[in-house]
């Protein structure tokens, strides 16, 4: 099976299809999603949360990123791998260029961060050095204890402008994919249909280009049981694999996420 890279995954978008992603931590997980088909992996800093059994991702260092970008690029053989920047180690251009740098040469191919228009220039500067990005906006849980605990975010007219905003500035800036959480479905379906590059939603509902869930979620093996996550392991008698392949068939036909997952 072919390496899936980011011009696939754009091309998808142009033609109206939708793309599968889902986090993995490890080698066995990355070569079952690679047999399957699962278009991306995110190697989340949610390792925080259901690896190390940490409250937030806020004590997630980059060596611990490094460590587990690593275990899934070995085993990987098809999936595009997207490596996440743990907390404050993009606060200036300068330490994100050394933070990409060392997510990249752990195997990743585009680097994901959290945050709005004050992204812009690092954004510009990793794309004029060539490094794929992918901003995360909505829910950011780097900033979580800011924000006020996990809540859905753009709800009011204010809010949902500045997001739609800061979506078309990263976008101009350079950022090749988008990642929206816990939006409601109408307003990411205006951020998706604004925006040239793909859109990925956790919690955004349907009409966007691509869906991700946390692993041990959508296998329901985690505490937590947020609104926007199906148990797809449930729903395949308990089979991991079978219940990779559901998502990534139930992604493909619209299927997931249904009204049940979304947020008005
Ligand atoms: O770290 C992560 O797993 C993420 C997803 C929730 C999108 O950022």
């Given at each position: 099976m072919k390496y899936t890279s980011i011009s696939h995954i754009e091309q998808l978008k142009a033609k109206g299809e939708k793309f599968s992603c889902l986090t993995a931590y490890d080698a066995t997980f990355a070569s079952l999603m690679s047999d399957i088909g699962i278009d991306v992996i995110l190697v989340g800093d949610s390792l925080g949360n259901v690896i190390q059994g940490q409250k937030t991702t806020v004590p997630v260092t980059l060596e611990h990123m490094e460590y587990h970008i690593e275990c899934v690029a070995r085993a990987n053989r098809h999936c595009l791998i997207i490596g996440d920047m743990p907390y404050m180690s993009y606060s200036t251009s300068e330490e994100a260029?050394?933070?990409?740098?060392?997510?990249?040469?752990?195997?990743?191919?585009?680097?994901?961060?959290?945050?709005?228009?004050?992204?812009?220039?690092?954004?510009?500067?990793?794309?004029?050095?060539?490094?794929?990005?992918?901003t995360h906006l909505?829910?950011?849980?780097?900033?979580?204890?800011?924000?006020?605990?996990?809540?859905?975010?753009?709800?009011?007219?204010?809010?949902?402008?500045?997001?739609?905003?800061d979506a078309k500035r990263l976008e101009a800036a350079g950022a090749r994919m988008l990642v929206l959480e816990c939006v409601p479905s109408k307003l990411a379906k205006e951020i998706a249909e604004a925006l040239t590059i793909p859109v990925m939603g956790i919690g955004a509902g349907v009409d966007v280009d691509g869906q991700v869930l946390v692993l041990y979620d959508m296998l329901g093996i985690s505490p937590f049981r947020a609104k926007f996550v199906r148990n797809f392991m449930a729903d395949a008698q308990g089979d991991i694999k079978a219940a990779l392949q559901l998502y990534h068939d139930e992604v493909k036909a619209q299927n997931f996420p249904a009204a049940e997952h979304s947020f008005e």
């Open positions: 260029y050394q933070t990409a740098r060392r997510i990249m040469q752990a195997g990743a191919q585009m680097v994901k961060l959290e945050g709005g228009a004050w992204l812009e220039d690092t954004i510009r500067g990793l794309t004029d050095r060539g490094i794929a990005v992918c909505g829910l950011t849980p780097q900033s979580v204890d800011s924000l006020g605990g996990f809540k859905v975010q753009g709800r009011d007219d204010d809010t949902a402008n500045t997001m739609l905003k």
